[in-house]
């Protein structure tokens, strides 16, 4: 399985950007589809957006659609979420996850098998 990093959390204020990275190593990075999920406390890790294999293809959670951009760089192995707008409600531990299988995440976290170690996001009032 391909290994994850992630990278780029912080604490920012409501409305400041942030970008988030996830660099993977351990296989082909460009046969994966990528993707984030993020997990507030207390709560159930849900699906933030993900990226087909060659970048063509991107799909986002209706809660963050049109704030967030995914990119990948398959160069660089390392795939990317660019938040801008940030709400407080986006607090959360972000983490990036992979498939080969699919051309695109499924949305389910219970059926992704790669995780990364998270990377804490803070958003204050």
């Known amino acids: 399985q391909v290994q994850m990093v992630e990278s780029g959390g912080g604490l920012v204020q409501a409305g400041d950007s942030l970008r988030l990275s996830c660099a993977a190593s351990g296989r082909t990075f460009s046969n994966y589809a990528m993707g984030w999920f993020r997990q507030a406390p207390g709560k159930e890790r849900e699906f933030v957006a993900t990226i087909s294999q060659g970048g063509e293809m991107t799909y986002y959670a209706d809660s963050v659609k049109g704030r967030f951009t995914i990119s990948r760089d398959n160069a660089k192995d390392t795939v990317y979420l660019q938040m801008n707008s940030l709400k407080p409600e986006d607090t959360a531990v972000y983490y990036c996850?992979?498939?080969?299988?699919?051309?695109?995440?499924?949305?389910?976290?219970?059926?992704?098998?790669?995780w990364g170690q998270g990377t804490q996001v803070t958003v204050s009032s």
């Open positions: 996850a992979a498939d080969p299988s699919r051309v695109l995440l499924t949305t389910d976290p219970k059926q992704i098998g790669s």
